[in-house]
Every structure is written in C-alpha cells, then in structure tokens.
C-alpha cells in the first residue's frame, strides 16, 4: 500500500475484517495469503490511513428495549454553512440519533432515530427537534420492518472496478 492506493491484498484485509472483525491476525493473515507479521503492519496502516475507521458489535436494539425506528426529514430555514454546521453538531448531541445525513433535494437532512417507545420519540420531537434552531419542517415514518441492514461496502463491486483498471 503506498499513498492511500488499495492493492488486492488490502482490500482482501478490508473484506474479511468488514465481515468479522474479531478474527485474530494469524487467522486473518491465513486468509489473505501472507504471514502474520506483514498482515499486522497493513491492518495497522489501514488504520491510520483511515481505511479502518473502528471495530464494533452488531447490538440488536429490540432485544436492548428500543421498539421504536424513525426516520425524520428534516427542512431547515436557512442552509448557509455555519446554519448547517450548527444542525450537524446538534444532531451529535441527541444520543436517539443514530445517524444523521445531508441530502439534495425537498429536504436538508434525514436522520435516522431509535427509541424505546412512541412517547419517548415524540417527546424527543416536540422538545428537542422542532424546537432546534433554524428547523422550520419534520416529516416522520415510522419503521414497520428492515428487509436489508448491510454495514459497509460492497467489496465485490470494488473487487470488480479494480479488476477492469488493471
């Protein structure tokens, strides 16, 4: 790896830990077709280049109590940097928002929110969202199921870019 350029082994490091990032490196290594050591020094500089960005466990929020899975689209006011940057921030503040995205289009941002029940998500959204700053409109839907939750990317389209640069 030199200068932030992926070569097949990396990327091969990159899958298997996407899909389990508990392998240790020996196991790791076998994988990917090379020792342990040099395994170690790539998956070390993959997390400093920022490839790898952390390593965490798949919790099931229903079994944890959080029945509840909203999604809010959010219009605000004003979209000027500093307006957006202050709604970013705050959204990092609301521990029931898990993931807050900036979009083009009707709406400015979509957030994705997890909470144990109906009350407490609308005692979030009437206390805290629309009462943020520069917030002039909150449309909801409510998650009925998930058919798809994959984390990460598609190393096989990766895989297959790749191949048609070579």
Known sequence: MSGGK?????????????????????ELAKRVGISAPPC???????EEQGFIRGYHAQVNARDLGFEVQVFAMVGLNSQAEADLARF???CREWPLVRE?????????????????DLSSFQSFLTEELLAAENVITVKTSLVIRCA???PGVPFDVLEARAADID
């Open 6 to 26: 992926l070569d097949p082994i990396d990327r091969k490091i990159l899958a298997e830990l996407q899909a389990d990032g508990r392998m240790t490196n020996v």
């Open 40 to 46: 170690l020094r790539r998956v070390r500089a993959l």
């Open 88 to 90: 970013e921030q705050r």
């Open 100 to 116: 807050c995205h900036m979009l083009n289009g009707e709406i400015d941002f979509i957030l994705k929110c997890v909470t144990p």
């Open 148 to 150: 798809k939750a994959e």
